[in-house]
Each structure stands twice: as structure tokens, then as C-alpha cells.
């Protein structure tokens, strides 16, 4: 089992340029989540998604997109991306409720 | 919204028991408290979760107090490798909106 895989590890984009971000989970999990984390800071959730199909707003969803494609892939789409977007972004899974969640290794993004 | 608050910083001896302490004081009768750790840049890594029984598993313990306004993580044996940021967390959904704050960053030195 590869767990939650993100791609691209890291990426340098200009501004107003869009981009992707993939996220897969091969444990069959309910749930898929984007965080993003500043330097020195938590994590911040961006966009969840409780279930194949559905998707809501997070703390911080201004600027950002999602897609659950399917059970398996959560995607992150910025459309203009700006430099405040500079962050490293995790995405992260779990079954159920009360569960643990499963965390990828993270995209670090720079908005140049 | 913070609902826990933590010590940004603690140092632990190598081989000593890490006790990391959390508030909670608003902690409401079904919401769970959670422990993640994040070791330099990686993912957060989930460590133990507990509702208001004291729990065990091979990474740690969680003390939960009686009233559930603190909780405890203690890694029984510390290592250099135990060094990162802990995070406590608590949550009644189970996941849907965790707030991970700035938790505490434990420095194990040898």
C-alpha cells in the first residue's frame, strides 16, 4: 500500500499561472482533505470532501478549487495563482468518523 | 478558532518519559481529543486519540483528566527521532474540520 500520494512534490509558478495539485489514497477512505501550512504556522484545511462526490469549504477555500474525481483522487486546483498561495500543501484521508487521518509527504509551491 | 492550548516548546532528555501537556477547557461531552506529530517537514503523523478514558498503544499514552479540561501525551522512553512538533486536536466529527494550531515542538536532546 502506497497510502495517500501527492504530485508534484514541489513546483515554481508565476503569477496568474494555474496549476493542479494531485492527491490518491489506496485504502478505499471515505474522506479526502487539502491543508496548507506557512511557515512557523498549523495547518490550515482548505477543502474536504466526506464522501465520493460531495465536497465543502474549509477554513481558508478563497482562491482554490476541488475535484473528487472518485473515491481514490481529491484534486486541487488553483486557477490565478497568487503569491500568498506560496505554502506547502498536504492532503490527508480517513475512513470514517473518529478515525485517524493518513497524511501525504506534501507539495511544497512557490508563487514567484 | 483554538480550542486547545499548548506550550510552543519543550526540551526532554534522551531515554527520559516526554510529557507534553494540553487545555481543553471547552472541550464539550463528545468531542474526542486527538495527538498528531509532524517531524520537520513531512506529513502529520497520527499518534493516539482518546474520548475520556486514558489510552495506550506502541507509540504513547494519553491522560485524559477526570473533568476532560487537559490531556497528557507521554512517550515513555524518548529517542532523537521523537524530536518534531505535536499537535492536540480536538474534534467531535471525527476529521472534518481538525484545527492543528501551532502545537508544541519537543527537542529531544541526546
Known amino acids: 500500500n502506497a497510502g495517500v500520494t501527492q504530485t508534484p512534490k514541489f513546483q515554481v509558478l508565476k503569477t496568474g499561472q494555474s496549476m493542479t495539485l494531485q492527491c490518491a489514497q489506496d485504502?478505499?477512505?471515505?474522506?479526502m482533505y487539502w491543508y496548507r501550512q506557512d511557515p512557523g504556522m498549523g495547518l490550515r484545511l482548505i477543502y474536504y470532501s466526506a464522501s465520493e462526490g460531495t465536497t465543502d469549504k474549509g477554513e481558508v477555500p478563497n482562491g482554490y478549487n476541488v475535484s473528487r474525481l472518485n473515491k481514490r483522487e481529491f484534486s486541487l486546483r488553483l486557477e490565478s495563482a497568487a503569491p500568498s498561495q506560496t505554502s506547502v500543501y498536504f492532503c490527508?484521508?480517513?475512513?470514517?468518523?473518529?478515525?485517524?487521518?493518513?497524511f501525504g509527504s506534501g507539495t511544497q509551491l512557490s508563487v514567484l | 478558532d483554538a480550542k486547545t492550548t499548548q506550550p510552543p516548546s519543550m526540551d526532554c532528555a534522551e531515554g527520559r518519559a516526554a510529557n507534553l501537556p494540553c487545555n481543553h477547557s471547552?472541550?464539550?461531552?463528545?468531542?474526542?481529543v486527538y495527538w498528531y506529530r509532524q517531524i520537520h517537514s513531512q506529513g502529520p503523523q497520527y499518534i493516539i486519540h482518546g474520548l475520556k478514558n486514558n489510552e495506550t498503544n506502541e507509540m504513547a499514552s494519553l491522560i485524559i483528566t477526570e473533568d476532560r479540561k487537559s490531556s497528557t501525551l507521554i512517550l515513555p522512553h524518548a529517542t532523537l527521532r521523537d524530536t518534531a512538533v505535536y499537535y492536540c486536536?480536538?474534534?467531535?466529527?471525527?476529521?472534518?474540520?481538525?484545527?492543528f494550531g501551532t502545537g508544541t515542538r519537543l527537542t529531544v536532546i541526546p
Open positions: 490527508a484521508s480517513v475512513e470514517g468518523t473518529n478515525e485517524k487521518l493518513f
Open positions: 471547552t472541550i464539550s461531552g463528545n468531542e474526542y
Open positions: 485504502m478505499n477512505h471515505n474522506s
Open positions: 486536536i480536538v474534534d467531535q466529527t471525527g476529521a472534518n474540520n481538525l484545527f
